[in-house]
Each structure stands twice: as structure tokens, then as C-alpha cells.
T-cell receptor, first 112, second 112 residues
Framework: DAKTTQPNSMESNEEEPVHLPCNHS???????IHWYRQLPSQGPEYVIH???SNVNNRMASLAIAEDRKSSTLILHRATLRDAAVYYC?????????????FGQGTELSVKP | DGGITQSPKYLFRKEGQNVTLSCEQN?????MYWYRQDPGQGLRLIYY???????QKGDIAEGYSVSREKKESFPLTVTSAQKNPTAFYLC???????????FGQGTRLTVV
């Protein structure tokens, strides 16, 4: 299973953009890049996923490098409710069953 | 409302006893998963199932057992063979082919 590497923690100020990086140098051509976030004592919540092109949804944007060896989750205006652990995960599409392997994630703190 | 339900939220057991954690979903998802999370750690995959009456071991299956007799249900039994059962257990479901996973709110198991 291809692995991802994320910083252990990051800090942001409220209402400023946040860029959460993820390295996945061993990614294969059919691996989708997924992001989830987890609030304390809750189950993870889906944020966004993509394959090659940049993706946008109501929660965030996903910027994928041209060589696909790294990606960045962008929160356009951080709020206090965005404080969570963010996980970057690779999902091999051919696997069909979505065997998601979680790493340690990045703990994002947001200062008022 | 469609969703995934884990019960109970908190569970206490004495050492040496088997205990079964419930996971039910009404999202009509084919795939279901069990994860374990220890304090300050990421999620680790215990078992997953892509179809009724079939399931595969994840990375830490020893000391656990599952069944998938119905599409909606994927109970996890923590047996007395599991050396350190105290943890936060998370159940998830997803479509096949995979798009995103939906997580339950988790069961916090404490073995004394």
C-alpha cells in the first residue's frame, strides 16, 4: 500500500487560508487521493478526493501536483470549527472495496 | 435519516470477557469497515467486507472476529485473545466502487 507523509501539526489564524500538505511519492497511476478530518471523540468526516485534476467543493479545494507525488488541501477561510486532525489517504481504485489506510494525520489548530 | 449507527457509545467489560460491538447502516452500501484508534494515534484497519458473507483481515485482525450475514450489519467481536482491547472503535461504510466512506460516531471500549 502506498504511503502518505504529513506534518504532525499546523497552526492557523481564524479567517485566513490554510494549506495542508501531503507527500505521496510512491503513488501509482490509479490511486485516488482522499482527505478526511476528525474532530475529537468523533468519527472521521469526508472532505474531498481527486485523481489528477484540482477539485473544489463546498468544504475545501484539493490541489494535486502535476507529477501527483504531492497534494495540498486548501481551506479558504479557516474557522474555529475547522480545528481537527486532517488525514491524507490513498485509495487504489482497482481495489474496488476502498481499503482506506490512515496515517497519523496533521492536527490543525485555529487561533481566534 | 440515512446513516451509520454504532452502539453503545461507551462500553465497559472485565478482562477475559468477549464483547460484541454493533454497527448498522441504512445507506445501502456494499462495503463496511472496522477501525481501531488509540489515544493520539491514527486509525488502524481491523477487518473489512465488500459483500455479504465475505470479509478480509486488515492490518490488526488478531484477537478480533466479524460476521457479515446482512448487508446492513457488520458486528465486531473483541475476544479475550486481544491483548490490549481498550480503545476507540470506529465503523464505516462505503460504495463499491469506492467514492467516500461514512463513519459512525464510535464506541469507546474500556476493559478493566
Amino acid at each position: 500500500d502506498a504511503k502518505t507523509t504529513q506534518p504532525n501539526s499546523m497552526e492557523s489564524n481564524e479567517e485566513e487560508p490554510v494549506h495542508l500538505p501531503c507527500n505521496h511519492s510512491t503513488i501509482s497511476g490509479t490511486d485516488y487521493i482522499h482527505w478526511y478530518r476528525q474532530l475529537p471523540s468523533q468519527g472521521p468526516e469526508y472532505v474531498i478526493h481527486g485523481l489528477t485534476s484540482n477539485v473544489n467543493n463546498r468544504m475545501a479545494s484539493l490541489a494535486i501536483a502535476e507529477d501527483r507525488k504531492s497534494s495540498t488541501l486548501i481551506l479558504h477561510r479557516a474557522t474555529l470549527r475547522d480545528a481537527a486532525v486532517y488525514y491524507c489517504i490513498l485509495d487504489p481504485f482497482y481495489n474496488q472495496g476502498g481499503k482506506l489506510i490512515f496515517g497519523q494525520g496533521t492536527e490543525l489548530s485555529v487561533k481566534p | 435519516d440515512g446513516g451509520i449507527t454504532q452502539s453503545p457509545k461507551y462500553l465497559f467489560r472485565k478482562e477475559g470477557q468477549n464483547v460484541t460491538l454493533s454497527c448498522e447502516q441504512n445507506l445501502n452500501h456494499d462495503a463496511m469497515y472496522w477501525y481501531r484508534q488509540d489515544p493520539g494515534q491514527g486509525l488502524r484497519l481491523i477487518y473489512y467486507s465488500q459483500i455479504v458473507n465475505d470479509f478480509q483481515k486488515g492490518d490488526i485482525a488478531e484477537g478480533y472476529s466479524v460476521s457479515r450475514e446482512k448487508k446492513e450489519s457488520f458486528p465486531l467481536t473483541v475476544t479475550s485473545a486481544q491483548k490490549n482491547p481498550t480503545a476507540f472503535y470506529l465503523c464505516a461504510s462505503g460504495t463499491v466502487p469506492f467514492a467516500e466512506a461514512f463513519f459512525g460516531q464510535g464506541t469507546r471500549l474500556t476493559v478493566v
